[in-house]
């Protein structure tokens, strides 16, 4: 079992659409919990941060934790096309010191 | 301070050369991180630094890497022998925190992608 696995994409959805991105996480241990974006040839840019269960909403994003099933998401509402990116989860891994980060799942927002 | 500087932007190399990237975290941000990411995959983690101290090093990583921090300011990754399986696009990242049980996200530099012909 991967560390960290994302729905597969690409997933495509209107512009004005709620988009969905999922995220599924191996290591109980895990205490931080993250979403970035990443546009084509740009590095990731920190966009949700979540620590506690249930929900966390920033402008049009949510994040969602459940640590009991292991899963964490973001849900992007009233999707427009500069949304239109890669969206990496990740997990911060408290005993060594690192951020593990699933493969993405590439979104498409059609105008 | 504009946020993680990475130098160069773009590296081609060919194969069997050694080759350095530089890294310039925000001030303020004690944590820095290399990682690397190859298309279709998230970033790998390489190397963590607290400071000047290397903390972590992933067991993944060959002998041909060594990445430096020296004052605990500006970080360095040098590649040895360079390999075709070593192109990929080499981030740098910087967080701040003095509590290691809690984490607050990284900042990402723009990357160093490297080419090895």
């Known amino acids: 079992q991967k560390e960290v696995e994302q729905n597969s994409g690409p997933l495509s959805v209107p512009e004005g659409a709620i988009a969905s991105l999922n995220c599924t996480y191996s290591?109980?241990?895990?205490?931080?919990f993250f979403w970035y974006r990443q546009y084509s040839g740009k590095s990731p840019e920190l966009i949700m941060s979540i620590y506690s269960n249930g929900d966390k909403e920033d402008g049009r994003f949510t994040a969602q934790l459940n640590k009991a099933s292991q899963y964490v998401s973001l849900l992007i509402r009233d999707s427009q096309p500069s949304d239109s990116a890669t969206y990496l989860c990740a997990f911060w891994r408290y005993n060594n010191n690192d951020m593990r980060f699933g493969a993405g799942t590439r979104l498409t927002v059609k105008p | 301070d504009t946020g993680v500087s990475q130098d160069p932007r773009h590296k081609i190399t060919k194969r069997g050369q050694n080759v350095t990237f530089r890294c310039d975290p925000i001030?303020?941000?004690?944590?820095l991180y290399w990682y690397r990411q190859t298309l279709g995959q998230g970033p790998e983690f390489l190397t963590y630094?607290?400071?000047?101290?290397?903390?972590?090093k992933s067991r993944l990583l060959s002998d041909r890497f060594s990445a430096e921090r020296p004052k605990g300011s500006f970080s360095t990754l040098e590649i040895q022998r360079t390999e075709q399986g070593d192109s990929a696009m080499y981030l740098c990242?910087?967080?701040?925190?003095?509590?290691?049980?809690?984490?607050?996200?990284?900042?990402f530099g723009s990357g160093t992608r490297l080419t090895v012909v």
């Open positions: 990242a910087s967080s701040s925190g003095r509590d290691r049980r809690a984490h607050y996200g990284y900042t």
């Open positions: 290591d109980r241990g895990s205490q931080s």
């Open positions: 001030s303020e941000h004690n944590r």
């Open positions: 630094f607290q400071n000047e101290a290397q903390l972590e």
